[in-house]
């Protein structure tokens, strides 16, 4: 059974003292619940019309202007082969830093922030079989649901995932 | 904070790096004869500046060796050995490895206590075989005057002030230099050091007294002090007294001091301060004014756009001003930019070595000729194109000039010449290298192109496509690969370098009488004038250099191949049309030309081509930002850059744009089709990748 700290109780804190205690920032894409460590996080900013990129993975959205630098874009429900999202002035595009890059995810909704104690992630069931998941961190429930925390640099990053676009474009270009 | 003495390291490669400059091209000028004694002077003191600072570090083997350098030096700039050709050799290739001691130091290395042992013994047979100088690992003894021998005796008195110390000299180095010369006795006074409570770090309290008996004169104590002259109170005054007197000399400073003196040097600071025209400043604070111009340029374009807007008679002034303000920071920009530029001399004076290098290993005979030494460029240019430039001038000697007997045979001068020469052109720098080789034997070339499956057997190309062969991955001309070229690049790799910095290539070359490369490259690699496109609502930027003119042309002047490519007569000439909005997969653009905008450009090796676009949007600078940064290079784009209303907008590439049309309407039996796939290509580059013609 896995329980969350949330944010304004500190009441058992102490106990976790060996177990690391982080904290995410959860978004939605659909009715699923996504993490990432909120360290990473450098802005959440309102979607804004992309230029889009010749040649790229269909979840390449394009790329944004972020205060001078050009920054791409990452649709996570086209990486997540659940179709294009269709933007509007309420989805968000949260800009994460990952080693030497910047780069903006284009999610749904920003949903909590969390803080997790690394003893309530469990590990994904089949990531030793299935690769696809190799982005997944973890899993953790919060108030019985399943919030997936992902770490952004495996899941966009186009070596590790070089032929993503053909093996997803079947089902992106249906929805 | 970091270690001050990390600080003072950097400080002196920095200086080695520029001294290393001088010295090389002190030395050319020598090589050249052309000796006005400063240029002697010069080439000594740039060893001995950096002797000194690797004194000081403790780079002992570069100490060792910029020594018996300098030493040579020293007797050369005295006359005492004759300044010949082959010596110059010698210290061409002793400057070889004092540069490589240099960098060793810098990264750290060790290094091999031989290395350079061959260039030393050669510069320790120069000065044995002149007869004057005898050298010991450390110790040197000079004898100008070997028929008078005697011992001199000298006081000097020494005083730094405090601006030696800010300069990073040391007195002990100097004081370990006196006692070089011969027998020293110091004398340190301390009577001017304050109480320790009014004692401030910065200033120089300390004064010394030497007394020095030496064979040597009194210039060789002043070169001793020659890096600090301006920095101390200096007096040296030589003792006249016979040798004999010199034990009392020693025991009694003040008896010898009443006797028979003679002043010789008294200097002090301030008269003679050079005042420098230049400042040493870091390259990031550049950059970051570079940086900060760059966003100048695009708010500027922003209030233009929003300025267009605006009825003149209304708010004249408005409307005057941010025209005013347009040319302003256009005038900054350039400014700033030339705080980037340097000459290409920087890159230019390492060929002049390589040539003579080549020209020895190749029984090859060749003068190198090269102008425009002073053409200023970026320096991010200047970085990176000295690889590609070497890589020419090696094929060009390699493989464009024939062998001395071949050259008689065919009625040209024995040696070959290689012009090397840079120049402005609209907006543009080229860089061109001619020879009077040979040529480019295109029969030869068409031959290794066929063997290496780059071109089907009955393919027919014009000359300048054959010629163009070279430049494709894994080709090869040479018979066999000469050590002085098979380092595994190819004229692919040269090509690839200049399109990285948004350049291009072209060759031309008449069958006996020499090939000529010229390169074109950007002057700046931050702002480029641009003509933003439209194109399907996405909005494109070409560069104005490379545009010709733009024209909508009459459905009689379009022509189709029976391939789909569409063709359209322009001066006399029928050009491919190239629809962008396909090479870029853009929606909802307008695909038939006589609707649009056929925009006439440039590509490589002249080749001109209409590209379709919706319509024109305007003219304007535009700031190159990257987008392998956050993401990765993208095929047909150069960069991105932000337009007037802060969306981001493609640079178009013309030269890989026109590769790929190339490649995707490539005849199957004539070029290589798009169904070898990059990985198959590299394969063959990697067995294959030898030096061209």
Redesign the interface.
């Known amino acids: 059974m896995t329980t969350i700290v949330a944010n304004d109780t500190s009441s058992d804190e102490k106990i976790r003292e060996s177990a690391q205690i982080r904290q995410y920032i959860s978004f939605n894409v659909g009715k699923e619940l996504y993490a990432v460590e909120i360290t990473t996080v450098r802005e959440i900013k309102g979607w804004i019309p992309t230029t889009s990129l010749p040649n790229s993975p269909n979840y390449m959205r394009g790329v944004i202007n972020l205060r001078g630098v050009i920054v791409p874009v990452f649709d996570l429900r086209t990486r997540f082969r659940r179709g294009k999202t269709e933007p509007g002035k309420n989805h968000v595009v949260i800009i994460v830093k990952l080693d030497e890059r910047t780069i903006g995810i284009l999610v749904d909704a920003v949903s909590d922030i969390l803080t997790i104690s690394s003893e309530e992630i469990l590990a994904v069931p089949d990531q030793d079989v299935n690769p696809e998941y190799a982005f997944m961190e973890g899993l953790v429930a919060v108030e019985e649901k399943m919030v997936a925390i992902i770490k952004p640099k495996l899941l966009f990053d186009m070596e590790l995932v070089p032929d993503m676009d053909t093996e997803i474009e079947p089902e992106a270009e249906v929805a | 904070m970091s270690d001050p003495m990390e600080q003072f390291k950097v400080v002196f490669f920095e200086e080695c790096s520029e001294l290393l400059v001088n010295l090389e091209e002190g030395l050319m000028l020598l090589q050249r004869g052309e000796n006005d004694g400063e240029t002697m002077n010069a080439v000594f003191r740039a060893v001995h500046s950096i002797k000194g600072g690797a004194g000081a570090f403790g780079f002992d083997a570069l100490v060792g060796f910029a020594h018996i350098q300098e030493t040579l030096l020293d007797e050369m700039r005295s006359n005492a050995i004759e300044i010949k050709p082959e010596y110059i050799d010698v210290l061409l290739q002793a400057f070889d490895i004092l540069s490589e001691l240099v960098g060793a130091a810098q990264r750290e290395d060790a290094v091999d206590k031989n290395y350079g042992a061959e260039a030393a013994q050669a510069m320790k047979k120069i000065m044995e075989t002149s007869g004057t100088v005898e050298v010991k690992t450390e110790q040197v003894s000079v004898d100008e005057e070997p028929q008078n021998i005697k011992t001199r005796h000298f006081n000097i008195s020494f005083k730094p002030f405090e601006e030696l110390y800010q300069r990073a000299n040391e007195p002990i180095l100097l004081i370990r230099e006196l006692n070089d010369l011969g027998e020293l006795d110091v004398e340190l006074n301390t009577s001017d050091m304050p109480d320790i409570t009014e004692m401030d770090a910065e200033l120089a309290y300390f004064s010394w007294k030497f007394v020095l008996i030496t064979e040597f004169g009194e210039d060789a104590i002043e070169e001793v002090f020659e890096f600090v002259e301006g920095d101390c109170e200096l007096i040296i005054t030589e003792e006249i007294a016979a040798t004999t007197e010199i034990t009392t000399a020693e025991t009694d400073p003040d008896a010898v001091r009443q006797g028979a003196q003679k002043t010789a040097v008294a200097k002090t600071s301030g008269g003679e301060t050079v005042v420098s025209q230049s400042i040493r400043v870091e390259l990031d604070k550049v950059d970051r004014l570079v940086?900060m111009v760059?966003?100048l340029v695009?708010t500027q374009a922003m209030l233009r756009e929003q300025g267009s807007q605006l009825l003149v008679e209304q708010y004249p002034n408005l409307v005057q001003g941010i025209e005013e303000l347009s040319r302003h920071i256009r005038d900054l920009q350039e400014s700033v930019m030339a705080i980037r530029a340097q000459p290409v001399k920087s890159v230019f004076s390492r060929m002049p070595r390589l040539v003579r290098e080549l020209t020895a290993s190749l029984d090859k005979k060749a003068r190198l000729v090269m102008t425009g030494e002073e053409t200023e460029v970026d320096k991010t240019v200047t970085e990176r194109i000295g690889d590609p430039l070497m890589h020419m001038i090696r094929n060009s000697v390699d493989h464009g000039l024939e062998s001395p007997t071949d050259r008689l045979d065919a009625g040209k001068e024995e040696e070959g010449t290689i012009h090397l020469s840079a120049f402005h052109r609209g907006g543009r720098i080229f860089i061109e290298i001619e020879d009077d080789g040979a040529g480019i034997n295109r029969e030869v070339v068409l031959k290794k192109a066929i063997e290496n499956g780059l071109v089907s057997p009955d393919a027919t190309l014009s000359d300048e496509e054959i010629n163009n062969l070279i430049f494709l991955p894994g080709f090869s001309t040479a018979e066999s690969v000469t050590n002085v070229s098979g380092r595994g690049v190819g004229m692919d790799v040269v090509r690839k370098n200049i399109q990285s910095l948004g350049g291009r290539i072209s060759i031309s070359s008449k069958s006996g009488k020499g090939s000529k490369f010229t390169m074109s490259l950007p002057l700046t690699l931050a702002v480029m004038d641009g003509m933003v496109v439209e194109i399907g609502g996405?909005k494109f930027v070409l560069p104005l250099v490379n545009i010709i003119q733009t024209l909508r042309p009459t459905p009689k002047e379009i022509n189709s191949l029976p391939d789909g490519r569409n063709l359209m007569m322009f001066r006399d000439e029928y050009i491919f049309l190239v629809p962008l909005y396909d090479?870029?997969?853009?929606e909802d653009a307008i695909t038939n030309p006589c609707e649009g905008l056929v925009v006439v450009v440039e590509g490589d090796g002249g080749m001109l081509m209409g590209f379709i676009v919706d319509d024109l949007v305007n003219q304007q600078q535009v700031v190159i930002?990257?987008?392998e940064?956050?993401?990765?290079l993208?095929?047909?784009?150069s960069g991105?850059t932000?337009l007037g209303n802060?969306?981001?907008?493609?640079i178009i590439d013309i030269a890989t744009v026109q590769e790929m049309v190339s490649r995707q309407y490539a005849e199957p039996q004539k070029y290589v089709t798009e169904t070898e796939t990059p990985s198959s290509r590299n394969s063959s580059l990697a067995q294959t990748s030898m030096e061209v013609h």
């Open positions: 940086n760059g966003e695009i996405e090479v870029f997969d853009v930002k990257s987008l940064t956050n993401y990765e993208i095929e047909g784009v991105a932000i802060g969306r981001v907008s493609l």
